[in-house]
C-alpha cells in the first residue's frame, strides 16, 4: 500500500480549511422553507405573519431567511442587520416595491423606477416641517366642517367616526378642496371602495388580481374615480398664495418627465398611502387616552388651558398652540410604537454580510418595526402605553427616540410623516375640545395580519360623545 507523503496531507488540510473558511463566508442565514416546492413556508406564514416572525426569531435566532410563495424573505433583527438594511449601498427601496407598485396600482415597472426620486424629492420637500404652516388653517377648516355634521352627541363605531372626520380633511387638503363627495350616496360608495381596497391590499400586493374579485373591482372604481377627477384638480387654484396641492405637483412631475396627461394611478397611490395608516394611528391614540383616566385627565386639563372653556364655535390651532399641548403629541407617537407597521422592506442587490453569514442578492431584507418597538432593551416596558417615553426625544429638532422606525428611515423615510403627525393631533385636539367623549367598549384588540402599514383595531369600540358645555 502506498503511504500518503505529509505535504499531500498538509496540501489537503489547506485546501479543506479554505472551502470551510468560503462555506462560511457564503452561508445563508438559517432558512424557513417547506415541503411543497414554490409554496414553501407560505401557508404557515399567511396565516399569521408577525406571530410567525417572532416565533421564528425565538427559534432561529436574529437573522433568518422565510421562503414562501418562490420568494426569499431574510429578516433582520438587531443592530448589525437593522444597520445594513438602512445604511448600506448593496440594498434597494425602489427593486423592493416596484412589483408592489404594478399590482396596486397598475403602475409600470419602468416608470416608477423613472419617476420615483423626483416625485420622492417634491413630496418631501411639501410636508417638510416648515412648510407644514400651509395645512393648519384648511385641516382645521375640514375638520371643523365634519365635526358640525356629527351633530351635538351621538355613539358612533370609534373607526367610523375617524374616517368621518379624516377622509374628507385628508383628501380635501392634498388633492384638492371638495374632492371628497357630499353626496350621501356617493359618500357611501366612496367608502365601501377604499375600504374594499384598503382591506385587500396586501393580498393584492401580493397574487395576481384576477383571483381578487372584489378588490379588483374596487381598484378599478377608485381608478376611474381619478381619470374622471384630475381635469379638475388640475385647473383647481389653491390658496391665497396660490400654492400647488400635493397631488398637483405630483401630476406636473408625471407630465413633464412623460408627458402623460392623466395618471389616475399615482392619484390612487397617494390616496392609499395618506389615509391607510393615519386613520387606524388616529383611532389607536383616541381609544389609548380615552382608556387612560390620568391621561385623559391631563389632556384635557391641558386643552382648556390653551383655548379656555369649552363652547367657543371654531378654535383655530397654531404651531405655538402644539407646541403647548406636547401631551398629545406623545399620545399619538406612543400610540404609533405600539401599532407600528409589520415590515419595512429592501431588495438586497449585492450579497451582504450581515454576522457570520452572507445575504444573497435577490432577497428581500426585510425588518419589523412592529417588533423592533417590542424589544425591551430599546423600549422599557414596550407593551404598556407611555406617552411620557417621548420626553427623551428631541422633537423640537424633529428626531424620533432612538429605534423608532414606523416611518422607515434613511433616503426614503416616510415623506408624510410630519403632515401625518400634524393632523391627527388637530383632529384629537379638536375633538376633545368639543365633545366629552367615552368609550363603551373596552379597548380593541389589534389584527396581527398586518405586514404593509400598521395595525389594524379588531371588533367593535364604540364612541359616545356630547357637547361641552
Ligand atoms: C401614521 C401615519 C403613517 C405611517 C406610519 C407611515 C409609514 C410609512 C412607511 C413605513 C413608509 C416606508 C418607508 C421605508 O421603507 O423606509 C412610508 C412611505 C411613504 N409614505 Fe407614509 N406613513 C404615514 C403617513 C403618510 C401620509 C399622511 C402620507 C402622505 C400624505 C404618506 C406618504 C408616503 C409615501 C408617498 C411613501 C412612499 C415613499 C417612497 O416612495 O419613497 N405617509 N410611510
Redesign the pocket.
Same mark, same amino acid.
Do not use: D, K, W
Given at each position: 500500500m502506498e503511504i500518503v507523503s505529509p505535504t499531500v496531507i498538509i496540501f489537503l488540510g489547506c485546501i479543506a480549511f479554505l472551502l470551510l473558511l468560503q462555506w462560511k463566508n457564503l452561508r445563508g442565514p438559517p432558512c424557513i422553507g417547506g415541503w411543497i416546492p414554490w409554496i414553501g413556508a407560505g401557508f404557515e406564514f399567511g396565516k399569521a405573519p408577525l406571530e410567525f416572525i417572532e416565533k421564528a426569531r425565538i427559534k432561529y435566532g436574529p437573522i433568518f431567511t422565510v421562503f414562501a410563495v418562490g420568494t426569499r424573505m431574510t429578516f433582520v433583527t438587531e443592530e448589525e442587520g437593522i444597520d445594513v438594511f438602512l445604511n448600506s449601498k448593496r440594498v434597494n *427601496? &425602489?427593486l423592493a $416595491?416596484q412589483n408592489l407598485m404594478y399590482r396596486v396600482a397598475s403602475v409600470p415597472k419602468n416608470i416608477y423606477l423613472t419617476l420615483?426620486e423626483k416625485?420622492?424629492i417634491m413630496?418631501k420637500g411639501k410636508?417638510r416641517t416648515f412648510n407644514l404652516y400651509q395645512f393648519h388653517e384648511q385641516l382645521t377648516e375640514e375638520l371643523h366642517e365634519q365635526l358640525k355634521n356629527l351633530g351635538t352627541h351621538g355613539t358612533m363605531d370609534l373607526n367610523h367616526f375617524v374616517r368621518h372626520l379624516l377622509y374628507p380633511a385628508?383628501m380635501n387638503t #392634498?388633492f384638492k378642496k371638495d374632492f371628497f363627495p357630499t353626496n350621501k350616496s356617493k359618500i357611501m360608495e366612496f367608502c365601501q371602495h377604499f375600504e374594499t381596497y384598503d382591506k385587500g391590499f396586501e393580498r393584492g400586493s401580493q397574487m395576481p388580481e384576477c383571483l381578487l374579485r372584489n378588490w379588483s373591482k374596487s381598484k378599478k372604481w377608485l381608478l376611474a374615480l381619478f381619470e374622471e377627477n384630475i381635469p379638475d384638480i388640475k385647473s383647481y387654484t389653491a390658496g391665497k398664495d396660490n400654492s400647488m396641492t400635493?397631488m398637483q405637483g405630483v401630476l406636473d412631475i408625471i407630465k413633464m418627465e412623460t408627458n402623460e396627461q392623466k395618471s389616475p394611478n399615482y392619484g390612487l #397611490?397617494?390616496l392609499w +398611502?395618506?389615509?391607510s395608516? $393615519?386613520v387606524p394611528?388616529a383611532v389607536w391614540t383616541l381609544a389609548f387616552v380615552l382608556s387612560h383616566p390620568d391621561i385623559h385627565k391631563t389632556v384635557m386639563e391641558d386643552i382648556s388651558s390653551v383655548f379656555g372653556s369649552p363652547g367657543k364655535d371654531k378654535i383655530k390651532v397654531s404651531e405655538d398652540d402644539l407646541k403647548k399641548l406636547l401631551l398629545i403629541k406623545w399620545c399619538v407617537l406612543e400610540a @404609533?410604537r405600539l401599532r /407600528?407597521?409589520g415590515v @419595512?422592506?429592501?431588495k438586497v442587490v449585492k450579497p451582504v454580510k450581515i454576522l457570520n453569514y452572507t445575504v444573497p442578492s435577490g432577497d428581500l431584507l426585510m425588518l419589523s418595526?412592529f417588533w423592533l418597538h417590542r424589544n425591551p432593551k430599546y423600549f422599557p416596558e414596550p407593551e404598556s402605553f407611555k406617552p411620557e417615553r417621548w420626553k427623551k426625544a428631541n422633537l423640537e429638532k424633529h428626531a424620533f427616540l432612538d429605534s423608532f422606525? /414606523? *416611518? %422607515?428611515?434613511?433616503k426614503?423615510?416616510?415623506? %408624510?410623516?410630519w *403632515? +401625518?403627525?400634524l &393632523?391627527?393631533q388637530i383632529c384629537v385636539i379638536l375633538t376633545l375640545y368639543k365633545y366629552d367623549c367615552t368609550l363603551l367598549d373596552s379597548l380593541p384588540k389589534q389584527s396581527f395580519l398586518h405586514l404593509v %402599514? $400598521?395595525q389594524q383595531p379588531e371588533g367593535q369600540c364604540r364612541i359616545e360623545y356630547k357637547q361641552r358645555k
Open positions: *427601496f &425602489e $416595491v420615483h416625485l420622492y413630496m410636508m385628508t #392634498l400635493l #397611490l397617494l +398611502a395618506s389615509l395608516n $393615519v394611528v @404609533i /407600528a407597521p @419595512i422592506t429592501r418595526p422606525l /414606523a *416611518f %422607515g428611515s434613511g426614503y423615510q416616510c415623506p %408624510g410623516r *403632515f +401625518a403627525l &393632523e391627527i %402599514g $400598521v
